[in-house]
């Protein structure tokens, strides 16, 4: 192997030498990558033959998403790939250093949007993120405490809106939308979607959007079906308005007013990554919510909206 380096950098040597004779462009094209590649196996073959290592070392296939029997829809997760030449690049006349290596997400030959539309319960389990998905129909006077719970850690979540209450609370909508939180669809008038035709469904989703995108101008793309209820009709419609349905991997089971150190322990017990978190706008959740934030964080998670959560881009940082 040595032999054929020396070789091909003595070859273009020579061809060097001579080039200045040689007034064809073709012929200078040529030249010129024959001496990158002999760059890259000669001069710089340690640090080449280290970089390839590392590669080796921290090359990561991309997960493509599923629809699993049991957990229904789970998103892909992007792999990572060392470039070789740029990192050569970025470490010319230096030592290895692992720093340095040029990195670059390669995405899942498979996306959710490319299966059949599916209820998501959790994001990819390779994805060490948790979403707090907070459904409102209800308790508006809570929302502005917790609302200053998740800016002091720099939280933001999703808040899943019934229509009735976000056309009653516009303001409150904008608040909401303002302080970067995601905004979903709850339906309207909190029924149950398995009691319903595709027409009623259809428009108990469209009446909501309708509100929400009058009040903050975006529509919804995530949808959480009231109590969980659902049936695969209404997934296909959520679908069909450019909406994923989303429910709960962790429920706070809020709504029956247990403790704040019940919330937290339930929520810190259950958490895992690609986890989301069902809770409400209740007094108990409210106390309850800064130390769930600081535990979910002392866990090595980070907190983000279900959208982000459902995204397959990777988590470069965890605070």
Known sequence: MKKTWIHLFVFVIILAMTAETIQNPYTSMYLSSLKEEAMM???????????????????????NAVVDKVWKGIPGYNGVEVEVKASLERMEGKKFDEEMLVKKE??????LDDLKPAPVYKGNP????????INVAWGEEYLPDMLKHLKKYNVHATFFLDGSWAKKNPDLVRMINEEGHEIGNHAYSHPDLKQMNDAAIRKELEDT???????????????????????????????????KTVLWSVDTVDWKKPSPHVITTRVLQKVHAGALVLMHPTEPTEKSLEAMIRGIKERGYHLGTVSQVLDSKRISKIP
């Open 41 to 63: 196996v000669s001069g710089d073959s340690s640090l080449h033959n280290e970089i390839v290592d590392a590669k080796a070392k921290f090359d990561i296939k991309p997960v």
């Open 209 to 243: 959007n309708k509100v929400i995108e009058a009040a903050i101008d975006k529509k919804p793309t995530v949808f959480a079906p009231p109590s969980g209820s659902y049936a695969y009709n209404s997934v296909e419609i959520a679908h069909r308005l450019g909406m």
């Open 106 to 111: 390669i995405e899942p030959d498979i996306q």
């Open 126 to 133: 390779n994805k060490p993120m948790v979403g707090l998905m």
